[in-house]
Structure formats: structure tokens, C-alpha cells
């Protein structure tokens, strides 16, 4: 069977003649494009083409736009990446409730490995940091946005202590996605001596290099706060 030419847009053209150069290093890392007019010049197009292929790129975090500047490829990381999904993360957890409870299992099984890794590779230094976030959570009690910051900060501490940049990232949007339904638990009454009594266990296991306990203890505190919502949705 002989397939079709597919009509291909102008600014498709311009898309992938960008890519090639952006991908080869030709235009690298934290430099800026073109501007618009010498983009022009170059592909022989129209500012509609090069205007659809900038935007393309900037929705695919390929490069940033400020107003009055010619564009610029971002430099990638973890977080940059991870960050282009949270919008289409909240549309699923708003539209699919039941994907809370896959989010909820996958936050799991991600902080139960990371508090063990921690507790293998921890210094004395990433304890000492993992004590200080305890204190800042405990000394923030009194605001409600901040007690969130922080314990969000918290648990983002303990994946850096991995080595691995990407964790930290994944932990950090997973609790970010689901705060808004978490919010009803820090309100629950003595939900935050709860919680940083549930995060001084973790902390304390990962000091003594228990790997094990350390998982338990953040199996127990994500649980527990798993069932404590699980009660409030039903009142």
C-alpha cells in the first residue's frame, strides 16, 4: 500500500530545522535564537511560521520567551521537565479522581526507597539539615501555607540525600499535585504534632544508618495520612 504525502505546515518546517540546530549544539544551552526577522531572512518564511514554531518549542519547554528579548533555549533539568507536566497533572487528578489514589501509591513507593537510601548514605551534615527542617516546620505551625512549605521541604531534603537530582524533583511535584487534597488533614486537629512527630521517627532512623526503619517509618507516616483522608472525604 502506498502511502500519502502528508501536506506539512510552514512552521512545521521551521520546527524541525530549529530542532536540528538546537539538538546538534549549533544553537546551545542558555543562548538565544534568532530574532524573529533574521529567522525570516534565513527560512525564507513568514513572521506567522516562525512565530507558530517559537511558541511550539516554548510550550514544549525547549526554549523561553520574554517579552522584547529574542528567545532563548533553556538549559534542561529534572525540575524544568517535570514542571511541564503539572499542568496537565492537576487536569487529570481534577477530571479522573480515582488517579489520586495512583498518585498516592506512587508517592509510596518513591519515599519509602528514598528514606532508605538516606539512611545508607546520610552524612552527619545531611542529618544535622534534616533536624534543622524539623525545627522550621515546628516554628511555622502558626501558618498554615508555611507548615506546607516546609513539610513539602522536608521530604524533599530526604530525596536530595539520594544523589539523585531527578528524585527530589518527582517527590517535590508529587506532593505539589496532591496539596490542595492534603490541606484538610494539616487542619485536622493535632494533625501538625502529628506530623512532625512522624517526621522526627523518620528522621531518627535515618540517623541511626536503619535502612528498614527508615522506610517503615515514612511507610507509616504517608499511611497514615493516606487513611486520615480516606475518613475526611467520607464525613
Same mark, same amino acid.
Given at each position: ?9 510552514? &512552521?512545521?518546517? /521551521? ?27 534565513? &527560512? ?9 514554531? %517559537? ?15 529574542? !528567545? ?37 513507593? %518513591? ?20 533536624? %534543622?527542617?524539623?525545627? #522550621? #516546620? ?43 487534597? &492534603?490541606?484538610?488533614?494539616?487542619? !485536622?486537629?493535632?494533625?501538625?504534632? /502529628? ?9 531518627? !532512623? ?7 526503619? !527508615? ?12 487513611? %486520615? ?7
Amino acid at each position: 500500500m502506498v502511502e500519502t504525502i502528508q501536506r506539512r505546515k510552514l &512552521y512545521q518546517e /521551521v520546527l524541525d530545522r530549529l530542532m536540528d540546530r538546537i539538538r546538534s549544539g549549533e544553537i546551545a544551552p542558555g543562548a538565544q535564537l534568532p530574532s524573529e526577522r533574521e529567522l525570516m531572512e534565513i &527560512y525564507g518564511v513568514g513572521r506567522p511560521a516562525i512565530r507558530e514554531a %517559537l511558541q511550539t518549542l516554548e510550550r514544549s519547554g525547549i526554549v523561553e520567551i520574554v517579552h522584547g528579548e529574542r !528567545a532563548r533555549v533553556v538549559v534542561p533539568t529534572a525540575e524544568r521537565l517535570i514542571a511541564q507536566m503539572a499542568g496537565g497533572a492537576m487536569h487529570l487528578l481534577r477530571t479522573q479522581p480515582d488517579m489520586l489514589e495512583h498518585l498516592k501509591s506512587a508517592r509510596m513507593f %518513591l519515599e519509602t526507597g528514598t528514606a532508605r537510601m538516606a539512611a545508607e548514605r546520610a552524612t552527619e551534615e545531611d542529618v544535622a539539615r534534616l533536624q %534543622l527542617k524539623v525545627a #522550621q #516546620q515546628r516554628a511555622s505551625m502558626v501558618n498554615l501555607e508555611e507548615f506546607i512549605e516546609r513539610d513539602m521541604a522536608f521530604h524533599r531534603e530526604i530525596a536530595m540525600i539520594s544523589g539523585n537530582p531527578i528524585f527530589p524533583s518527582i517527590v517535590e511535584s508529587l506532593f505539589r499535585w496532591a496539596s490542595e487534597y &492534603y490541606r484538610p488533614l494539616v487542619r !485536622a486537629p493535632g494533625a501538625e504534632e /502529628v506530623t512532625l512527630a512522624e517526621h522526627q521517627r523518620i528522621v531518627d !532512623a535515618i540517623a541511626k544508618h536503619d535502612g528498614n526503619a !527508615a522506610a517503615e517509618a515514612m511507610h507509616a507516616h504517608l499511611s497514615r495520612a493516606n487513611k %486520615l483522608y480516606r475518613t475526611l472525604i467520607r464525613t
